[in-house]
């Protein structure tokens, strides 16, 4: 069994691949992968993750990484829109349930117009491989396979590797090692 910074070796190995970043999988699937770790690890999977994203910044092989922190999408919005402070007294006011359901109608989370699925979508560009982290610092505003239903349907032109601090058995998600999520994933498990 491989240590995890042996599985970091070979998911930048993966990535370096034309094949890979042609984007096809199985059955010319749109290529989404998950990267599942021990979410005790996670300062290490940010440090590794942004070691990548700077390797490749100006790669030779002709692609980019490109890091998006689900967690910053939602916070860089609600500060853009002002309701940051109102979040924080809704929570006081209203509880914190309240909240996760005003964040989610906010960002559109469950809509084909998701403002999360949209900034990835306006800030990807051709010859990139996508990395999503954050998904541990959402929960519970954000659910992993909310984002990936709604991303599927509009990026489709390059790989996606969504870093998943849990389980994933090529079928479920379960986050923290815990927290079930019952939804089936059509998302390859890129290193085991």
């Known amino acids: 069994m491989m240590t995890l910074e ?3 070796d070979t998911v930048e190995e993966i990535i370096k691949k034309p ?6 999988g199985l059955g010319n699937e749109v290529g989404y992968y998950i990267f599942d770790y ?3 690890k996670e300062m290490l999977i940010r440090e590794r993750v942004n070691y990548i994203r700077q390797k490749y910044e100006n790669s030779p092989d002709g692609f980019r990484v490109i890091v998006f922190d689900l967690y910053d999408i939602i916070i860089d919005t609600l500060q ?18 309240r909240v996760i359901r005003a964040i989610g109608n906010t960002m559109r989370v469950a809509s084909e117009d998701s403002l999360i699925v949209n900034y990835i979508k306006d800030h990807t560009t051709d010859n990139a ?14 659910r992993s396979h909310t984002v990936l239903n709604n991303l599927h349907q509009v990026v489709d032109h390059v790989p996606v590797v969504m870093f998943y601090p849990g389980k994933y058995d090529g079928q479920e998600l379960i986050l923290f090692g815990e927290i079930k999520d019952d939804n089936y994933y059509r998302a390859f498990k890129l290193v085991d």
């Open 80 to 97: 853009a829109k002002g309701y940051i402070e109102k979040t924080v007294e809704m929570e006081r006011k209203k509880g914190f349930e």
């Open 129 to 142: 491989v996508v990395f999503l982290i954050g998904i541990g610092k959402c929960f519970p505003l954000l």
């Open 19 to 24: 094949s890979f970043r042609q984007n096809k």
């Open 38 to 40: 021990p979410a005790e």
């Open 6 to 8: 042996q599985r970091l």
